[in-house]
């Protein structure tokens, strides 16, 4: 059987973006079969992804790119999140075309569709990133295009405010970013990770300094990837602001990318005693304050986009309790196990969240009064998603958790157990916030059923059951990780 | 496939069917009529002393040594029996709400489905996770159908629980990890046997942690503020459910991983903090349930009071005060069900469950005031009720227990007494209310009270028949129960 | 049928009987009273037969819980002559009492509910009687007073006997909270729980110090109990609320005596352990001479014989404390069974006659009106004051004896309170049957129906004669004690014509009390000791606790938390500034701190 | 003769950066931003990267500096009125950069190699310009690639961003 | 005498500095994005010494430095116009380019 190498499904996910575009600009169709086209290209691309055959090795140096079984697993990943928002967007598209300034009917949704897609090959990039270069390039060209689709819906400020929220502290990160990669760089004169691994135990004790410095500002700029306090800052604002699809994008995809880059980074400095106890008091500060900070500063939110930021927050902090905990063996799958979980509960969540806030008019909770009897559909799926996001068993969520939290105890993390048992019953209490406002609160008046279009039905459908029966059978998955 | 299965599907198949718009009582009373047919066939079917029988299997996470593995044992049928009579009794006894009936009747089998789920499985892991499935039922039932203050009392209630299940899986992840390495696996056979010849320690702070979680799920003192609410505020058979069956849980569950696992040299060293904990559960609580004036809220503070025996049973480490626990298990189930069943009838009826406003019902509804005093003098222990059995030998198992002191009375002789003066307290508090519910001259506005009807009676009577019999002869519970308890 | 099945079946007949009339008893008043009467009547002839079969019998038990090599509770039967004589005295007191509350609560409603109550009593009772083990006399004991409970409360309408039979409850709890303590301590010590089988280890019992004394004491707490000894003797009198003939039967006759049966049960006990029998003397002679003492100055005409039961039931325990053997108090306690059972008809007699009056001082010159219920009252009278020839005479004069040898302050003691109970029941003699009539219900009174009236002569036969020699042969073998000061029966004789002839003279005619005694008439002021204690320790210490719960135990373990989380996250939220200098500077000062951590 | 040098180039580069910060006028900090990057770029040179320092003119100077004054002038920004001093920013702002220089200077005198002399190239007939082609091309071609898709994401975006009235 | 690496480095560091304090306490957010690129071209002096200072075994500058150098400098570019296209975007719909004014989302 042929196989096709790894490094083609960017190379087909560009051509893609390539071909969409060519779309966009001379044909006259439909911009909804853009968006289709686009989602028929990524899972094309998914598919092909199943295929794939190993790295051959004289096109491109595994130092710079690595093909190996969680960056295939991030890939798939990225392509369906991907995938995923652009059918989000199918039906977010009558709003975001209220605030844009287009001549004619549909002018400028088309790239509301393509970007996502070299959003995409950016992460997939980033996913198999094996060089400091290649981190920087591919993380600019999700940052840049995440710019331009938070800031896209140029009528509506938030979504403007967002975008410039976006832009400077994500520019500030990436000053860091830079920064930090010079100091390891100038200490190791290597900026693949690989060669850093290598020159890492030759390193004097002074320079060793040096490389910590370095790997500190790297650290931030990747804690900002991923919202881990405190450099979470431009989470909640911009999640609010952004267009939904896009808050769910950057809330998976980007975040997960964020992660693997994290933990890619992180592993040749595991590697020597002295900087492992250094980092292990650093992550160990990090997830406790991203704990404690996502989930209780969650607890007062009142609007939802908003309260799934915190929220956002708050999952960054039981992944990063995964990346704390490398002492008891590799916590990689745990953390893929839990983005993978995390991928379908915040994609239910948004998925209903839209269709909500497109028929009552705004995203507070309080717009989700009485949902249960004016559309039982989107709140089973809004009542899952929040029980798999607060943790409750039967579902993918506590899976997660619980790998997570093995892997704390196996590392000896008990202090960060701790502070997350407390965290997990403040999360108890904002998700069922929701619960509350679905089916405890009555419909204000008025309020007529929400009509939901069959294929958002279908989706709802297929996360539900994907979030229990990985909630029950996960093996499939596990198995996909190691 | 285990017989189990359809034990543990039948509820969860109940609750689909009425999600998805079936007729919701008849389908869940079917649902629990059939589950209390199978159970009561399993029941029969099971031997007691062959260890665990109808075992099944399915690797779940096999890395982990996660499997769905359902059996069951002599004490596993006796509580599987309790669960589904419990909830058939619930079930039946449950008014149609106006508002989201079908969300009702499926709450109502979830926590069932939790409950049996739990006590079918053999593996740690999905025993925890059946458990937790029946959170967000009683967080629904309480918070959309319940009375009084209900939305502060489901918010606390799922909090804590939320909180305490928590502090379990971290427990249980504590007691996987003290496995050998290669060993590690959360089937509870294979943990006791592990135990059994030591090549398992788990240590101190594992046993704390599990005692906590369980602790707080059964509502240990001080953990217990939230039971009273949550109960005076859920809808009569969300509180039958919870505090009947679910509640048992913890007192399982200890049963299975903590006594059979810990070395008693382990345990002991935190038994006084624990026996004080557990006089507070009977001293301090039936003190407060004396206090109330509510009978709502009198029934949940009794019903914490009442776990304070369990746990004193539990903590003997003795075969007598464990098969103590296990029967009082059975019994209190039973009894607090029929209490609350009772209850919520009461409060249909006139609207109040406040002693003040309450009194002489018995002239206007004799059948319900003579139900009520079989129910409560079951509570009170009352020989010929299998709670009498169960504490006796709980108080037998708890006197003989814990290294002799040079005092005269160690410290599990003490509690003993303390524990007797506790049957004391439990006969005051439930006299009092039945005097002030039931006797005395009638208020003019209930003179007109309709007596109970027959579906309730019928169901709080079985309930009740149940208990006589176990009570007459608990020598039949105690041959199921038993065996289990002696452990390798 | 044979020697083992027959107490069985006298157990449980009238279990049986309760059972069905709780289901079918409501249809119909007949089948109520039928169903009892025929069950007691079964176990009467039964427990008639059983007196006449000879020999043991064997081990006859049941595994009622049996955990192996740990605890093994049957359910058995002693059948020896102690328990033949009082399955055959309950047994056909029972029957005369079911027989008598046709008549008496002829047209009272509940009539199942009271049938019911004393079938399971009867249950009860012989489960007692016929136990051969500490934990099944446990469970019956416990049952006894659950029936009590029912039957108090029958008219549970008035709130004072709904209190009463709630406070009757809850007091013989306390006893009980001490009697299972007791039976704990002899398990834990010789491994079982059968009336035999600890007798046989009573020498190891014997060497383990006071180990026996304290057993002894807390099984006699059951005893204070349920016999209603001093301190826990407030319930008897207000248990009179209670229709008529559940006082004479359950708190009279035989229930209350129970605790008595069970010392004699034990007396292999406390033979072994004479300090516990020297506090079981004092506080029987206590409660004799203090109860004698209330009984004085009451003036509803059943709390006046409570009160005497009282002071009999004290008769008993301190011939339990003082008697070479258990027959001396079972003998007083076979008399006073009779006698004291038809005093409580005849009470009930004159009550339904003035419609339900209950007040003495309501009464008076009855004795033309009620002749053949006068009749018997003076034979009870005299059985129960000890006027020789009676059976009270025989059967007291034999514990006073035996006290003034052993005990002598407990005997002389003993010695007074005869003179007390002459003088008191002479009173009530006088005031309700002498004099004028003292209201329109006294003036218009008639003597009872026959029903009512047939046991009343029934049983005043026994209450004459129990106690002669033939008789008490046929039932005891007692001990005469010997080296009886012959002062003891001069005493005696002179004791009671004191009292007697003092109340007649004072109560000849008054129209109210001549003797005013606060002290005696308040019962030494314990109830009100008890409710001072229920309302001000009690009920204070549990509000406080109901306050505690909220505002201590919860605020710290629930609300402080919860609240404190939540205010972090309100308080959390507000670095959320919304402006993107904020967010830099926090950035930095981050970037800052982090980079700190990994440099120090 | 290259120390003095290095101390002037720093020194301008150093007091045009810091008038970004300070001037008020944006067109004037803007075009201090274009003398530091100018003063920057012989520093490039002073480290034997001319290529880099040629770009870094070209880009910077010519092209970014364009686009920056471009947009104020297209805004219309004028002189930045003073407002209140915000007396918190600047506390932290010190704070924070006072604590960073703080943390790189103990960087800086605790690793070794910084006080090194610079090392003379083995072979400097050999173009800056080649060799940094060479790697570019050969080793980070990848890199590159993904570069090129960037800029196209970025055009698109500007577009899209910033057309009055999309068609 | 010639310049040693910590020289450059401490520079490098100053305008780095510069720029951090520039974002955080200038308001306007065109200057702000200015002292982003500062900070990003403080780093790019940092890299060229370093990879001037370090020299290959072959005796040459550490090339891949520049590379990323010419890198950070394309990126720079893109990030650069695609902000200002922002700034502009934002200027049209709410008249300023003051982060202040920038407050609607928070808490």
């Given at each position: 059987?042929?196989?096709?190498p790894?490094f083609?499904?960017?190379i087909?996910?560009?051509?893609v973006?390539i071909?969409?575009l060519?779309?966009?600009?001379?044909t006259?169709?439909?911009?909804?079969?853009?968006?289709?086209?686009?989602?028929?290209?990524l899972l094309?691309a998914?598919v092909?992804?199943?295929?794939t055959?190993?790295m051959p090795?004289?096109?491109?140096?595994?130092?710079?790119?690595?093909?190996d079984?969680p960056?295939l697993?991030?890939k798939r990943?990225?392509?369906l999140s991907t995938?995923?928002t652009?059918?989000l967007?199918?039906?977010y598209?009558p709003?975001?075309e209220?605030?844009i300034p287009?001549?004619s009917?549909?002018a400028g949704?088309?790239?509301f569709f393509i970007?996502?897609?070299f959003?995409?090959a950016?992460l997939?990039?980033?996913?198999?990133?094996?060089?400091?270069?290649?981190?920087?390039v591919?993380?600019e060209?999700v940052t840049?295009t995440?710019?331009?689709?938070?800031?896209?819906?140029?009528k509506?400020?938030?979504?403007?405010?967002?975008?410039v929220?976006?832009?400077?502290?994500?520019?500030l990160s990436?000053g860091?970013?830079?920064?930090?990669i010079?100091?390891v760089?100038?200490?190791?004169?290597?900026?693949?990770?690989?060669?850093i691994?290598?020159?890492l135990p030759?390193?004097?004790?002074?320079s060793?300094?040096?490389v910590?410095f370095?790997?500190?500002?790297v650290?931030?700029?990747?804690?900002?990837?991923?919202?881990?306090?405190?450099?979470q800052f431009?989470?909640?604002?911009?999640?609010?602001?952004?267009?939904?699809?896009i808050t769910?994008?950057l809330s998976v995809?980007?975040?997960?990318a964020?992660f693997i880059?994290?933990?890619?980074?992180?592993?040749?400095?595991f590697t020597?005693?002295?900087?492992?106890?250094?980092l292990?008091?650093?992550?160990?500060?990090l997830?406790?304050?991203?704990?404690?900070?996502?989930?209780?500063?969650?607890m007062?939110q009142?609007?939802?986009?908003?309260?799934?930021g915190y929220?956002?927050i708050?999952h960054?902090g039981?992944?990063?309790?995964?990346v704390?905990?490398f002492?008891?063996g590799?916590?990689?799958?745990a953390?893929g196990f839990?983005?993978?979980?995390?991928?379908?509960?915040?994609?239910?969540?948004?998925l209903?969240l839209?269709?909500?806030?497109?028929?009552s008019g705004?995203d507070?909770?309080?717009?989700?009064n009485g949902?249960?009897?004016r559309?039982p559909?989107?709140?089973l799926g809004?009542?899952i998603?929040?029980?798999?996001?607060a943790?409750?068993?039967?579902t993918v969520?506590?899976l997660?958790k619980f790998?997570?939290?093995?892997?704390?105890?196996?590392?000896q993390?008990?202090?960060?157990?701790?502070?997350g048992?407390v965290t997990?019953?403040s999360g108890?209490?904002?998700?069922l916030k929701?619960?509350?406002?679905?089916?405890?609160q009555?419909a204000p008046?008025g309020?007529s059923?929400?009509?939901?279009p069959g294929s958002?039905?279908?989706?709802?459908?297929?996360?539900?059951?994907?979030?229990?029966?990985?909630?029950?059978?996960p093996?499939?998955?596990?198995?996909?990780l190691? | 496939?285990?017989?189990?299965f359809?034990?543990?599907?039948?509820?969860i198949?109940?609750?689909?069917?009425?999600?998805?718009g079936?007729r919701?009582?008849?389908?869940?009373?079917?649902?629990?009529?059939?589950?209390?047919?199978a159970s009561?066939?399993?029941?029969g079917?099971?031997?007691p002393?062959a260890?665990?029988q109808?075992?099944s299997?399915?690797?779940?996470i096999p890395?982990l040594?996660i499997?769905?593995t359902?059996g069951?044992?002599g004490l596993?049928?006796?509580?599987?029996?309790?669960?589904?009579a419990v909830?058939l009794?619930?079930?039946?006894i449950a008014?149609t709400?106006?508002?989201?009936?079908?969300?009702?009747?499926?709450s109502l089998l979830?926590?069932?489905?939790?409950?049996?789920?739990?006590f079918?499985?053999?593996?740690?892991f999905?025993?925890?996770?059946?458990?937790?499935l029946?959170?967000?039922?009683?967080?629904?039932?309480?918070?959309i159908?319940?009375?009084?203050?209900?939305q502060a009392?489901a918010?606390?209630?799922?909090?804590?629980?939320?909180?305490?299940?928590?502090?379990l899986l971290?427990?249980?992840?504590?007691?996987?990890l003290?496995?050998p390495?290669?060993?590690?696996?959360?089937?509870m056979?294979?943990?006791?046997?592990?135990a059994?010849?030591?090549?398992?320690?788990?240590?101190?702070?594992?046993?704390?942690?599990?005692?906590?979680?369980?602790?707080?799920?059964v509502?240990?003192?001080?953990?217990?503020?939230?039971?009273?609410?949550?109960?005076?505020?859920?809808?009569?058979?969300?509180?039958?459910?919870?505090?009947?069956?679910?509640?048992?849980?913890?007192?399982?569950?200890?049963l299975?991983l903590?006594?059979?696992?810990?070395h008693p040299?382990?345990?002991?060293?935190?038994n006084?903090?624990?026996?004080v904990l557990v006089l507070?559960?009977?001293?301090y609580v039936?003190?407060?349930?004396?206090?109330?004036r509510?009978l709502d809220?009198?029934?949940?503070?009794?019903s914490?009071?009442?776990m304070?025996?369990?746990f004193?049973?539990?903590l003997?480490?003795k075969?007598?005060?464990?098969a103590g626990?296990?029967?009082?298990?059975v019994?209190h189930g039973?009894?607090?069900?029929?209490?609350?069943a009772?209850?919520?009838e009461l409060?249909?009826r006139?609207?109040?469950l406040d002693?003040?406003?309450?009194?002489?019902l018995?002239k206007?509804?004799?059948?319900?005031?003579?139900?009520f005093g079989?129910a409560?003098?079951s509570a009170?222990?009352?020989p010929g009720f299998?709670?009498?059995?169960g504490?006796?030998?709980i108080?037998?198992?708890a006197?003989?227990?814990?290294?002799p002191?040079?005092?005269?009375l160690?410290?599990?002789?003490?509690?003993?007494v303390?524990?007797?003066?506790?049957?004391?307290?439990?006969?005051i508090f439930m006299?009092r209310?039945?005097r002030?519910?039931?006797?005395?001259?009638?208020g003019d506005?209930w003179k007109a009270l309709?007596?109970?009807?027959?579906?309730p009676?019928l169901?709080?009577?079985?309930?009740?028949?149940?208990?006589?019999?176990?009570?007459?002869f608990?020598q039949?519970v105690?041959?199921?129960v038993?065996?289990a308890?002696?452990?390798? | 049928m044979?020697?083992?099945?027959a107490?069985?079946?006298?157990l449980?007949?009238?279990?049986?009987?309760?059972?069905l009339?709780l289901?079918f008893?409501r249809?119909?008043r007949?089948l109520?009273?039928?169903?009892a009467?025929?069950?007691?009547?079964?176990a009467c002839a039964?427990s008639?037969?059983?007196f006449?079969?000879p020999?043991?019998v064997?081990p006859n038990?049941l595994?009622?819980?049996?955990?192996p090599d740990?605890?093994?509770v049957p359910?058995?039967m002693?059948?020896?002559?102690?328990?033949?004589?009082?399955?055959?005295?309950v047994?056909?007191?029972a029957?005369l009492?079911?027989?008598?509350s046709?008549?008496y609560?002829?047209?009272?409603e509940?009539y199942?509910?009271?049938?019911?109550g004393l079938a399971?009593?009867l249950f009860?009772?012989l489960?007692?009687?016929?136990?051969n083990?500490?934990?099944m006399?446990?469970?019956f004991w416990e049952?006894v007073?659950?029936s009590?409970?029912i039957?108090?409360?029958?008219?549970?309408?008035?709130p004072s006997?709904?209190?009463a039979?709630k406070?009757?409850?809850?007091?013989?709890?306390?006893?009980?909270?001490?009697f299972?303590?007791?039976?704990l301590?002899?398990?834990?010590?010789?491994?079982?729980v059968?009336f035999?089988?600890i007798f046989?280890?009573?020498?190891l019992?014997e060497?383990?110090g006071?180990y026996?004394?304290?057993a002894c004491?807390?099984?006699?707490c059951?005893?204070i109990?349920?016999?209603a000894?001093?301190?826990?003797?407030?319930?008897?009198p207000?248990?009179?609320e209670?229709?008529t003939p559940v006082s004479s039967l359950?708190?009279?006759?035989?229930m209350v005596?129970?605790?008595v049966?069970?010392l004699?049960?034990?007396?292999?006990l406390?033979?072994?352990?004479?300090?516990?029998?020297?506090?079981?003397?004092?506080?029987?002679?206590?409660t004799?001479?203090?109860?004698?003492?209330?009984?004085?100055?009451?003036?509803?005409?059943?709390?006046?014989?409570?009160y005497?039961?009282?002071?009999?039931?004290?008769?008993?325990?301190l011939?339990a404390?003082v008697?070479?053997?258990p027959?001396?108090?079972?003998?007083h306690?076979?008399?006073?069974?009779f006698f004291?059972?038809?005093?409580?008809?005849c009470a009930?007699?004159?009550?339904?006659?003035?419609?339900?009056?209950?007040?003495?001082?309501?009464?008076?010159g009855?004795?033309s009106?009620?002749?053949?219920?006068f009749?018997?009252?003076v034979?009870?009278t005299?059985a129960l004051s000890g006027?020789?020839?009676?059976?009270g005479?025989y059967?007291k004069?034999?514990?006073?004896?035996?006290?003034?040898?052993?005990?002598?302050?407990?005997g002389?003691?003993?010695?007074?309170?005869?003179?007390?109970?002459?003088?008191?029941?002479?009173r009530l003699?006088a005031?309700?049957?002498l004099?004028t009539?003292?209201?329109d219900?006294?003036r218009h009174?008639r003597?009872?129906?026959a029903?009512?009236?047939v046991?009343l002569?029934?049983?005043a036969?026994?209450?004459w004669v129990a106690?002669?020699a033939?008789?008490?042969?046929?039932?005891?073998?007692?001990?005469?004690?010997?080296h009886v000061?012959e002062?003891?029966?001069?005493a005696?004789?002179?004791?009671?014509v004191l009292?007697?002839?003092?109340a007649i003279?004072?109560y000849r005619?008054p129209?109210?009390?001549p003797?005013?005694?606060p002290?005696f008439a308040n019962?030494?002021?314990?109830?009100?000791?008890?409710?001072?204690?229920?309302?001000?320790v009690?009920?204070s210490?549990?509000?406080l606790?109901?306050?505690?719960?909220?505002w201590?135990v919860?605020l710290f373990v629930?609300?402080?938390p919860?609240r404190?989380?939540w205010?972090c996250?309100y308080?959390?939220?507000f670095l959320?500034l919304?402006?993107?200098?904020?967010y830099?500077?926090?950035?930095?000062?981050?970037v800052?701190?982090l980079i700190?951590?990994?440099?120090? | 003769?290259?120390?003095?040098l290095?101390w002037?180039?720093?020194a301008l580069?150093?007091i045009f950066g810091?008038?970004?910060v300070f001037?008020?006028n944006?067109?004037?900090s803007a075009?201090?931003l274009?003398?530091?990057f100018?003063?920057?770029?012989?520093?490039?040179?002073?480290l034997d990267?001319?290529?880099i320092g040629?770009?870094?003119?070209l880009?910077y100077?010519g092209a970014v500096?364009v686009l920056f004054?471009?947009?104020?002038?297209?805004l219309d920004?004028r002189t930045e009125?003073?407002?209140?001093?915000?007396?918190?920013?600047?506390?932290?702002?010190a704070?924070?950069v006072?604590?960073f220089?703080?943390?790189?200077?103990?960087?800086?005198?605790?690793?070794?190699p910084?006080n090194?002399?610079?090392?003379?190239?083995s072979n400097?007939?050999?173009?800056?310009?080649s060799?940094v082609?060479?790697?570019?091309f050969?080793?980070f071609?990848?890199p590159?690639?993904?570069v090129?898709?960037?800029?196209?994401?970025a055009?698109i975006?500007?577009?899209?961003?910033?057309?009055?009235?999309l068609? | 005498m010639?310049?040693?690496l910590g020289h450059?480095?401490?520079?490098?560091g100053l305008?780095f500095?510069?720029?951090?304090a520039?974002v955080?306490?200038r308001r306007?957010?065109l200057i702000?994005?200015?002292?982003?690129?500062?900070m990003?071209n403080?780093a790019?002096?940092?890299?060229?010494?370093f990879?001037r200072?370090?020299l290959?075994l072959a005796g040459?500058?550490n090339?891949?430095?520049?590379?990323f150098?010419?890198f950070?400098i394309?990126?720079?570019a893109?990030?650069?116009?695609?902000?200002?296209a922002i700034?502009v975007?934002?200027f049209r719909?709410?008249?300023?380019?003051?982060?202040e004014?920038?407050n609607s989302?928070k808490f």
């Open positions: 059987m042929t196989s096709v790894p083609a499904l960017e087909c996910i560009v051509c973006g071909f969409l060519m779309m966009d600009c001379f006259k169709l439909d911009k909804r079969s853009i968006g289709l086209a686009a989602i028929a290209g094309a998914f092909l992804s199943f295929l055959g190993p090795s004289h096109v491109i140096p595994p130092s710079f790119y690595v093909a079984a960056a697993f991030f990943f990225v392509l995938a995923l652009i059918a967007a199918l039906d598209a709003i975001y209220r605030f287009s001549a009917p549909q949704v088309g790239e970007l996502p897609v959003t995409c950016g997939m990039w980033m996913v198999s990133a094996a060089d400091f270069v290649m981190i920087f591919s993380l060209l840049v995440f710019y331009v689709l938070v800031a896209s819906m140029r509506n400020t938030g979504s403007l405010e967002a975008g929220k976006y832009l400077i502290l994500g520019a990436t860091f970013l830079v920064y930090g010079t100091w760089f100038g200490i190791t004169g290597q900026t693949s990770l690989e060669g691994r290598q020159q030759l390193l004097t004790e002074g060793q300094a040096a910590l370095g790997l500190g500002l650290l931030v700029a990747l804690g900002f990837k991923v919202a881990a306090v405190p450099f431009w989470v909640p604002d911009v999640y609010q602001g952004a267009p939904t699809p769910a994008f995809a980007s975040k997960a964020g880059v994290l933990l890619r980074v992180l592993e040749p400095f020597i005693s002295s900087i492992e106890r250094k292990l008091i650093v992550l160990t500060l997830a406790a304050l991203t704990l404690v900070y996502g989930n209780l500063a969650a007062p009142t609007n939802l986009k908003r309260l799934l929220s956002s708050a960054a039981y992944l990063l309790i995964g704390a905990s002492r008891g590799p916590s990689g799958p953390i839990y983005l993978a979980g995390y991928f379908l509960m915040t994609f239910l969540a948004f209903v839209q269709h909500v806030a497109m028929a705004g507070d909770i309080s717009d989700f949902l249960g009897s559309s559909v989107l709140a809004m009542l998603s929040m029980l798999s996001l943790g409750l068993p039967f969520g506590f997660g790998l997570i939290f093995e892997a704390a105890m196996r590392s993390q008990y202090l960060l157990v701790a502070i048992a997990v019953a108890f209490y904002y998700y929701v619960v509350r406002a679905m089916y405890w009555p008046d309020a059923s929400i009509p939901v958002s039905k279908f989706l709802i459908g297929v996360f539900c059951a994907a979030i229990i029966l990985l909630g029950i059978f093996q499939p998955l596990i198995a996909m190691n | 496939m285990s017989p189990l359809c034990l543990v599907i039948l509820p198949a109940g609750a689909a069917l009425t999600v998805a079936t919701p009582r008849d389908t869940a009373v079917t649902a629990a009529a059939l589950n209390f047919l009561l066939i399993i029941f079917w099971c031997k002393d260890g665990y109808f075992v299997s399915f690797p779940v890395s040594g499997h769905f359902l069951a044992d596993s049928v006796a509580i599987l029996l309790l669960s589904t909830t009794a619930a079930v039946c008014r709400p106006a508002k989201h009936s079908n969300w009702f009747y499926a979830l926590i069932s489905a939790g409950a049996v789920g739990a079918a499985s053999v593996d740690a999905f025993f925890y996770m059946f458990h937790e029946a959170l967000i039922p009683t967080f629904l039932l309480i918070g159908w319940g009375s009084g203050d209900r009392a918010w606390k209630v799922t909090t804590y629980l939320a909180l305490g299940s928590f502090i971290i427990g249980l992840i504590g007691l996987y003290s496995l390495v290669n060993e590690r696996t959360f089937d056979r294979r943990i006791t046997e592990l059994a010849s030591g090549e398992a320690r788990p240590q101190g702070s594992v046993y704390l942690l599990l005692i906590l979680g369980f602790g707080i799920l509502s240990l003192f001080p953990f217990h503020t939230w039971a009273p609410q949550a109960y005076a505020s859920a809808p009569a058979p969300a509180a039958m459910l919870h505090a009947g069956v679910l509640k048992k849980f913890g007192l399982y569950g200890i299975r903590v006594t059979p696992v810990f040299d382990v345990a002991a060293q935190f006084t903090l624990l026996i507070g559960n009977i001293l039936g003190l407060v349930t004396i206090s109330q509510k809220l009198m029934l949940a503070y009794a914490v009071m009442h304070g025996y369990i004193l049973g539990l003997s480490w075969t007598l005060g464990l626990a296990a029967l009082m298990l019994a039973l009894s607090i069900a029929a209490l609350f009772l209850s919520g409060r249909e006139t609207g109040t002693f003040g406003e309450l009194g002489g018995a206007a509804m004799p059948a319900f005031g003579l139900l079989f409560a003098m009170v222990g009352l299998a709670n009498f059995a504490e006796l030998l108080f037998f198992g006197f003989s227990a814990g290294a002191s040079k005092l005269g160690n410290e599990f002789q003490i509690a003993t303390v524990a007797l003066w506790g049957v004391v307290i439990s006969t006299l209310s039945y002030r519910i039931f006797m005395g001259p009638i506005k309709p007596d109970i009807a027959t579906v009676r169901c709080v009577t079985g309930l009740l028949v149940l208990l006589l019999i176990a009570g007459f608990p039949a105690l041959n199921y038993v065996p308890l002696m452990w390798p | 044979n020697a083992a099945t107490p069985w079946i006298i449980f007949t009238p279990l049986v009987s309760a059972a009339i289901f008893g249809y119909s007949k109520s009273a039928g169903l009467i025929g069950g007691a009547l079964l039964l008639w037969w059983l006449f079969q020999g043991e064997g038990q595994l009622w819980i049996n955990v740990v605890l093994t359910l058995g002693t059948i020896d002559p102690l328990s033949r004589t009082m399955l055959v005295v047994n056909t007191i029957s009492v079911f027989i008598y046709l008549g609560m002829a047209g009272e509940g199942w509910r009271y049938f019911g399971l009593f009860s009772m489960g007692i009687v016929l136990a083990n500490f934990v006399m446990f469970i049952l007073g659950l009590s409970y039957l108090i409360g029958h008219y549970y309408s008035r006997a709904a209190d039979c406070q009757a409850f809850i007091v013989n709890r306390l006893g009980d909270f001490g299972m303590i007791g039976i301590t002899l398990w834990f010590a010789t491994g079982s059968v035999g089988e046989a280890k009573v020498p019992l060497s383990q006071h026996l004394t304290i004491l807390l099984i006699f059951g005893t109990g349920k016999s000894q001093l301190p826990l003797h407030v319930w008897l207000n248990s009179m209670g229709p359950l708190h009279a006759a035989t005596a129970a605790g049966y069970m004699a049960r034990v007396f292999p406390l033979v072994a352990a004479p300090i516990a029998r020297d506090f079981i003397a004092w506080v029987g002679a206590l004799c001479l203090a109860a004698g003492l209330m009984a004085t100055q009451q003036n509803d005409i059943k709390r006046i014989l409570a005497s039961t009282i002071s009999q039931l004290g008769y008993m325990v011939g404390g008697a070479p053997g027959d001396v108090p079972m003998f306690l076979f008399t006073h069974a004291k059972c038809l005093l409580f008809l009930g007699s004159v009550i339904v006659a003035l419609h339900h009056e209950q007040d003495i001082w309501h009464m008076g009855l004795k009106k009620t002749p053949i219920t009749a018997c009252l034979v009870g005299l006027f020789p020839g009676f059976s005479y059967s004069d034999l514990i006073i004896a035996w006290a003034v040898i052993e005990k002598p302050i407990l002389w003691i003993a010695v007074l309170t005869a003179g007390l109970t002459a003088f008191y029941m002479f003699l005031v309700v049957f004099g009539p003292r209201s219900h006294a009174a003597e009872s129906p029903v009512m009236v046991p002569i029934l049983l036969i026994p209450a106690g002669y033939p008789v008490e042969g046929f039932f005891f073998h007692l001990k005469e004690p010997e000061p002062i003891l029966h001069y005696l004789l002179a004791m009671f009292g007697a002839g003092l003279l004072l005619n129209a109210k009390d003797v005013v005694i002290l019962r030494f002021y314990i109830d009100d000791l008890y409710n001072w204690i229920v309302k001000n009690q009920d210490l549990a509000s606790g109901g306050w505690a719960d909220r201590v919860d629930a609300q402080i919860s404190f989380t205010a996250g308080i959390l939220r959320q919304g402006n993107i200098q904020a830099a500077f926090f950035f930095g000062a981050g800052v701190g700190y951590i990994l440099l120090a | 003769m290259q120390l003095v290095f002037v180039f720093a580069m150093l810091a008038a970004v001037l008020r944006p067109v004037s075009l201090s274009v003398m530091s100018v003063f920057l770029a012989a520093l490039f040179i002073t990267a001319f290529f040629v770009v870094q003119v880009i100077a500096m004054l471009f947009i104020i002038m297209l920004l009125q003073p407002r209140r001093v915000n007396i918190g920013a600047w506390i932290g702002g704070f924070v006072f604590g220089i703080g943390l790189l200077g103990k960087v800086l005198s605790s690793a070794v910084f090194m002399q610079k090392p003379p190239i400097p007939q050999i173009s800056d310009v060799a082609g060479e790697t570019l050969r080793q071609n990848l590159f690639q993904i090129g898709v960037l800029l196209l994401v055009t975006g500007v577009v899209v961003l910033s057309k009055k009235e068609k | 010639t310049p040693t450059y480095l401490a520079v490098s305008l500095f510069i720029g951090l520039g955080i306490l306007n957010i702000i994005f200015m002292c982003l690129e500062l990003l403080a790019n002096l940092s890299l060229v010494a990879s200072y370090n290959t040459l500058p090339y891949n430095g520049q590379v150098v010419f950070v394309t990126v720079a893109a990030e650069v116009a695609v902000g200002l700034i975007a934002l719909a709410k008249r300023t380019t003051h982060v004014d920038l989302l």
